[in-house]
């Protein structure tokens, strides 16, 4: 069955560091990935998607995230974080038979200042 | 704007009742779906539907009925036979593909008094 495994239950980073949240994926084909942000009490903030192509995807309020495949991963990262990114954060992958969201646990992230 | 309406926010049930909560969203979107968030626990898929009138089990579907008469309609019906009703309750929409990801609602967080 088609997993999504983020290992950091929780992260806690000083304002102004470099952030990166792991994401690994099991899944046979290649996968359509994505990346969510969740504020308390909240629905969930699409960040980025990768389908295909370029393995550095680019997303919204200054996220990246690379597919590399020989590792099954989907790693996210930022480099400066500031005080409103502190939120959880969901990894994401497309699975076939309805083409339904497989999540991640999630990862709390939380900002020291 | 188009978006995905949910309501209540806040949501009280007695024990042995049945509560509904409701889904809309004017995204013209085909494929709409209710998970369940706990903590640590990531989000669970309950139900997903993508076309009027048809819909499919997720992997929690117990206790737990929908309907999908209209397009932009797609409540869930929280029954008594579902034993642990407290939880946080997303819906959300997307195209069939599931190539741009979910628009999310805000949520419904329902207790059970």
């Known amino acids: 069955a088609q997993s999504v495994t983020q290992p950091d239950i929780h992260i806690t980073v000083s304002e102004g560091a470099s952030l990166e949240l792991r994401c690994n994926y099991s899944y046979g084909a290649t996968p359509y990935l994505f990346w969510y942000v969740q504020s308390p009490g909240q629905g969930l903030q699409l960040l980025l998607k990768y389908f295909s192509g370029d393995t550095l995807v680019q997303g919204i309020k200054g996220f990246e995230a690379e597919f590399k495949r020989s590792q099954s991963s989907f790693n996210l990262r930022k480099p400066s974080v500031h005080w409103s990114d502190a939120a959880e954060y969901f990894c994401?992958?497309?699975?076939?038979?309805?083409?339904?969201?497989?999540f991640g646990t999630g990862t709390q992230l939380k900002v020291e200042l | 704007d188009g978006g995905i309406t949910q309501s209540p926010k806040y949501l009280f049930r007695k024990e042995g009742q049945n509560v509904t909560l409701s889904c809309e969203q004017n995204l013209n979107h085909d494929a709409m779906y209710w998970y369940r968030q706990d903590p640590g626990q990531g989000l669970r898929l309950i139900y997903y539907s993508q076309i009027v009138n048809d819909f499919q089990k997720g992997d929690i579907a117990e206790g737990y009925s929908v309907s999908r008469e209209k397009k932009e309609s797609f409540p869930l019906t929280v029954t008594s036979a579902q034993k642990n009703p407290t939880a946080f309750y997303l819906c959300?929409?997307?195209?069939?593909?599931?190539?741009?990801?979910?628009?999310f609602g805000s949520g419904t967080r329902l207790t059970v008094v």
């Open positions: 959300a929409s997307g195209k069939i593909t599931g190539e741009n990801g979910y628009t």
């Open positions: 994401a992958v497309i699975t076939g038979g309805g083409n339904k969201l497989t």
